[in-house]
């Protein structure tokens, strides 16, 4: 089954501990790309990636990283979470990222920073 | 700067009862415009891509069109499966990135 998978789906963390949230797509897509969702702000785009090493800020990449090591992954990165980045985040991939390809979801994961 | 506005809000609508959403956009070179629909605890599920204006898509009881400045969402004859919140989206020429709005909670009551 096509489809974009996310790790941890629930997450409860202190200010200042790394982690990390994984992406993975099995569509042999090359474009990936994260959002956060926040209630009146709508879904914006964090960082997206091109394909393979290749990557790009969105709208909203302050206090976040991210890799493209390998196509299927594009896991997210807080060195040093604060509360202000307490979100529903969401994974997608599409194949080339060009307005005729349709852009996939992954089911969510939701952050809370204490 | 390259934004969207969804309006309204919220929506609640009688089973049966006809309605449009709205979505606003402001972006320099518009590569696509685009529906989602969004359950509650799950990701946004793809639902039309619209290019230029005038165009127009169908999709059982949900039409999409599309102007220089906006674009609508009909739905005729709504029914309860169809509550959900729908987002629209843009992609800018310049760049690879997309810009969604805030989106519309529709509530179909029975």
């Known amino acids: 089954e096509a489809q974009v998978t996310q790790n941890p789906r629930y997450l409860i963390t202190v200010t200042g501990k790394k982690l990390t949230v994984t992406c993975s797509q099995n569509m042999n897509h090359e474009y990936m790309s994260w959002y956060r969702q926040d209630p009146g702000l709508g879904l914006r785009q964090i960082y997206y990636?091109?394909?393979?090493?290749?990557?790009d800020k969105g709208d909203v990449p302050e206090g976040y990283k991210v890799s493209r090591k390998e196509k299927r992954n594009f896991p997210l990165i807080l060195e040093s979470p604060s509360p202000n980045q307490t979100s529903l985040y969401f994974c997608a991939s599409s194949l080339r990222g060009t307005s005729t390809d349709t852009q996939y979801f992954g089911p969510g994961t939701r952050l809370t920073v204490l | 700067e390259d934004q969207v506005t969804q309006s309204p809000e919220a929506l609640r609508l009688q089973e049966g009862e006809s309605s449009s959403l709205n979505c606003s956009y402001t972006?320099?070179?518009?590569?696509?415009l685009f529906w989602y629909r969004q359950d509650p605890g799950k990701g946004p599920e793809f639902l039309f891509t619209?290019?230029?204006a005038g165009e127009e898509k169908e999709k059982e009881r949900l039409k999409a069109t599309l102007t220089k400045k906006e674009s609508f969402l009909h739905i005729t004859a709504p029914k309860p499966e169809d509550s959900a919140t729908y987002l629209c989206a843009v992609q800018a020429s310049n760049f690879n990135k997309f810009y969604f709005g805030s989106g519309t909670k529709l509530n179909v009551k029975p």
């Open positions: 990636s091109m394909n393979v090493e290749v990557t």
């Open positions: 619209l290019y230029s």
């Open positions: 972006v320099s070179g518009l590569r696509g």
